[in-house]
């Protein structure tokens, strides 16, 4: 019935598209967190649009020369047309200021294109004949699933329109400028000490640990105390959702337990609490992009817009094991693929002056070892994560792996370190490695300063 029919396309919207990216390098990051190379139909201006992307991931200017230059090297610039269609690429747009309204087009055509092929294997399923109907249903549904989750998009949101949801406030937030070249405080005084006061702009952080053991909790944590200080946060959340981020934190607020508060099930006085720590929180620069597949280079971009429109000065990712180059060639190698990201994260912190703030996983070493305290060695799929970072945490619980049975019989003379948190700085490029005990409330999901003589006196 459509075999005769060209798919859906917009060869002037694609070359717009290029031709504005060769025009202003920069106005590529407007477009990258929605339009994605596969999104072009014709061939040479897929490789055109791969070939700024790579240029971006390097920190390389676009221009004609060096998009020829990368198109060469890959051995497709004849194919896509020469220097020549560069060229008419360039003459084809006046301006680069309309290159998302071109982008869009491009995309919307993408999603025709992908529902053609998924309308073509949901008839194929039809045509099978198959007995099982609710199968059959499943996986025509999933093939629509995929094209929508596919194209899903989302952008960073300030942490007051997660709360409006819940409840119905807005708040101004105010500028500080005086902050701009300050370190970024994690409120927690002992690490700010050993850190110079708070986390430094350019430096890469990364903090690991096993799961359960609360590297998340501890970076939104950080992300709190820094907004209330001033600072601007933006959080990529490649795991959980802008809505359970917000509950965390509107439990580590209240100190009230996150699965009462999760349910409703708060007393008058409790919800007293609750409607001001939304009011608080809603005040707090802190944004959140809850896309869950994505890459450094839509990262990137999002990062800047968000850098020009509100400032920003520290960015949060969790975790790193969940980015996603969307290049099945670099994912062949994870360990590679790691290290680039690694990479691209120091740089982007270095290029934006900004802290960059990257949760990662542990491999099972250290369930393996005896003292189960991690070591460098253990960042999961490391490649070149502990060569780039400026400084790689550990998070470390002692009553995660010893009861306190085996604590008395073991050594009676010191207290049981139940909810004690040890976070160790493996490695400081420009300051002492050394350890930090914090305490760990996980029912309101919260770490707190520790203060050593008042712990010990409760656990003596």
């Not at 992908?114 to 007995?131: C, F, K």
């Not at 409703?264 to 809603?282: P, T």
Request: glycine fraction near 6%; hydrophobic fraction near 40%; aromatic fraction near 6%.
């Amino acid at each position: 019935m459509y075999a005769d029919r060209l798919l859906p396309h917009d060869p002037d919207a694609e070359e717009s598209v290029v031709g504005s990216i060769l025009i202003d390098g920069d106005s590529l990051n407007q477009i990258t967190s929605f339009l994605k190379a596969s999104d072009f139909y014709l061939a040479k201006n897929r490789w055109s649009f791969e070939a700024c992307l790579s240029l971006t991931d390097r920190g390389e200017p676009i221009n004609q020369v060096s998009v020829a230059h990368e198109l060469s090297l890959h051995e497709r610039l004849e194919d896509s047309g020469g220097a020549a269609y560069l060229g008419h690429l360039v003459r084809a747009v006046p301006t680069s200021v309309h290159i998302e309204h071109y982008a869009k087009i491009v995309q919307r055509a993408s999603v025709m294109r992908q529902l053609i092929d998924a309308a073509g294997e949901i008839a194929s399923i039809g045509y099978a004949g198959t007995a099982d109907t609710d199968s059959a249903l499943g996986r025509a549904e999933d093939l629509l699933f995929r094209v929508r989750s596919g194209r899903e998009s989302r952008d960073f949101q300030a942490l007051r329109e997660v709360l409006d949801v819940y409840m119905e406030e807005t708040a101004t937030l105010d500028v500080d400028l005086d902050r701009l070249r300050a370190p970024v405080p994690t409120g927690f005084t002992d690490l700010d000490k050993l850190l110079g006061n708070g986390l430094q702009r350019s430096d890469l952080f990364i903090l690991a640990a096993r799961p359960s053991l609360g590297k998340s909790t501890l970076a939104f944590n950080i992300a709190r105390h820094a907004a209330e200080q001033g600072a601007r946060v933006g959080i990529f959340s490649l795991e959980m959702s802008a809505e359970q981020i917000a509950l965390r934190m509107l439990s580590s607020e209240t100190s009230i337990d996150s699965h009462r508060l999760r349910l409703g099930l708060v007393s008058e006085a409790e919800q007293r609490r609750e409607f001001e720590a939304i009011g608080m929180l809603s005040d707090l620069p802190i944004y959140i992009d809850e896309t869950p597949i994505q890459g450094v280079v839509e990262m990137r971009g999002k990062a800047r817009r968000l850098q020009a429109e509100r400032g920003l000065d520290l960015i949060i990712v969790d975790y790193l094991q969940l980015m996603s180059s969307g290049d099945s060639r670099r994912s062949d190698n994870r360990v590679q693929e790691m290290g680039d990201f690694s990479r691209s994260l120091k740089g982007m912190g270095r290029d934006l002056d900004i802290s960059v703030l990257a949760c990662s996983q542990l491999s099972r070493a250290p369930e393996q070892r005896p003292s189960h305290r991690p070591i460098l060695s253990d960042l999961r799929e490391s490649g070149s994560i502990e060569q780039d970072a400026d400084i790689v945490a550990f998070i470390y619980r002692e009553d995660m792996y010893t009861s306190r049975e085996e604590w008395e019989r073991r050594d009676p003379s010191k207290p049981y370190p139940e909810n004690i948190a040890e976070v160790n700085i493996a490695k400081h490029r420009n300051g002492p490695t050394d350890r930090v005990s914090l305490y760990f409330r996980k029912d309101v999901v919260r770490f707190e300063n520790l203060d050593k003589s008042v712990r010990t006196r409760e656990f003596a």
